[in-house]
Each structure stands twice: as structure tokens, then as C-alpha cells.
């Protein structure tokens, strides 16, 4: 039997703190993966792109996943698809999930995780009450979970927001008890941690708008064309991403022209003590995620086993077995 679990399935099933622990086990622990997850996009003749990422793997999962998205920016939600959860051992198609949410969220926390770790340990902790600002530009749904989780890790505190449509930013800031302004600089001037999740194809920040110590997460650039940091940001700031290959081939380094050894570290080797990430209060720095296939697993495994124990979403018979009594009339 297939397990149908839709968004508000996983709405229900998802929990902030289980999925932010999931991911820092999985960027400690996915490196020991003898196989290499795989990221492929192609053009469409339609307003949009199709990615599938494959397979899936994280070490003590006995599971994969398969997924397959389609991404049309004019779209509300802009990206759909599905998860497949599949069984180690045989193949069994154990789950099928919504795209849009797991991927949200595993992006958003993801990111919050990766600003968490790179941002100064000034900002946000400690005897710190006022809490580092935090600047959003494009109030999207990785937006959303990126807020929820950096919060869930330390003290924020004010919030702006800039999102091409006015009233979306003023929602955004509604909901999260911010307020938006007129700009990407204008986030960038005010705020500590500034978070970039949008579609551009041009620069939105310049060296001239950032100061020294801030923290940038650049979502937006993960697929070749996309860009939100100008190459004087690059240049000057500490770089880590998640995958050097395929920061290099599709992500923040390829919008620059820049070789996968221009990344100064990814998360997983800042994690695992293998990079110290920050080292000084004044430096920039810059993570710029594309995302991989072992988040989908960690956070549809998750999801899955709670729903097996909660009995929540929908049991199908995709095979389409014959009943029993049908079979022994054979």
C-alpha cells in the first residue's frame, strides 16, 4: 500500500524543532553516501522548467526519494510536484508527497540552520535583548519557514521585508510582526541577516548596499540565470554553500563565473568542525544553498513514519492487487 500525504497532512505532521534536528544530522552524516544525488532541470516549451532530484539517501534510512517538481514563477504556488518515497529493500513505493510543502520546508529550515551557523554569535544571543534584525527580500513560502526557524534558533528581532508585490510584503510583516519598505537596499541598510528567496535575474545587492558583519542566505539561485548577489559581494565575503559541484554548475558560484573551489566551505564541513565558518564579528558572509536530494528523504522520512503512527493521509493500491478472494478463484 501507498501512504497520500498532501500538504495539510504534512502541515500536520511536520514539527519545526524534529525537521531543523533532521537536517543538521543529515549535512553532518550525508557525506558518508557512496551515492552521488543527482540534480536535473530542463527547459520546457511552457512558461516554466521541470527538476527532478535523485535518489534520495541518507546513511541508517533504509528509504530514497525521487523527486519530481515543476517550476512556473507566473504560478500560485510557483512550484509543484511530488515526492516518492520509496523502500530500500525492494523498491516498495512506501509514500507519495506534496512537493510544494516538503520542499519548503526542508529549504526554508535548511536555510535558517545555514544563517544560524554563519551569522555573528553576537547578534541574537546572549545578553543580546534587542536580537539581530532580519531583512527579507521575497515574501515566499521559503521565506516563511526560514523566519519560523532562524526564530526557533535564536533571538530576532525587528523584521523587514521587500517583495516586488507591495501587498505581499505588508502581509508577510503583518504576520511575523515586522514591516515592509520599499526595497531590496533599503532591507539591506537596516538589517543584520538578510535573506534573498526570489526569482531575480539580475543582482538585488550590491557591495555598496551591505556592511561589514552582516550575514546574507541567498535561496534564489538554484538554477542557472538566477541572481541576487552582485560579484563584488562575492568577492569580498566568506562563501559556503551546500554542494560545491553543483553551486559551480547551476547555483550562486555559476551566476559568477566563479570555480566550485571559490566556495570557502559547505555547511556539512562547518558543522562537522571541519571549517570554522566565522571567525571574526566584521566579516560578511554568504550562504547560498542550491539544495539536494538527501533533505527531501530526511524530511519525508520523518513525515512518513509519523503519519504510519498516527494513521493520518490516504492508503492506496496502486498495483492494483486483486483481492484475496479473487486470487484463490484463479
Known sequence: MTRILGHRDLMTLLDPDACVEALRDGFIRSDAVTVPGQRIRTDLPFPGTATALIPGLLPGIDAYTVKVNAKFPGARPALRGIICLHGGQDGELLALLDSATITAWRTGLAAALGTHVLA????????????AVLGVIGAGAQAELMVLGLRRLRHVGGLVVHDIDPARAASFADRHGGHSVGSAAEVAARADIVLLATWSRTPLLHLADTRPGQHLTSLGVDEPGKRELADDVLETALIAVDDRPLAAAMGVLAAAGLPGEAAHATLGEILRGEHPGRTDPGQCTVYSPV????????????????????????EVDLLGSPPASAESAR
Open 120 to 131: 555573528s554569535a553576537d547578534l541574537g544571543e546572549g545578553d543580546d535583548r534587542e536580537g
Open 291 to 314: 539544495g539536494l536530494p538527501w533533505q527531501d528523504l530526511a524530511l519525508a522520512w520523518l513525515a512518513y513514519r509519523e503519519a504510519e503512527r498516527r494513521g493520518l493521509g490516504v
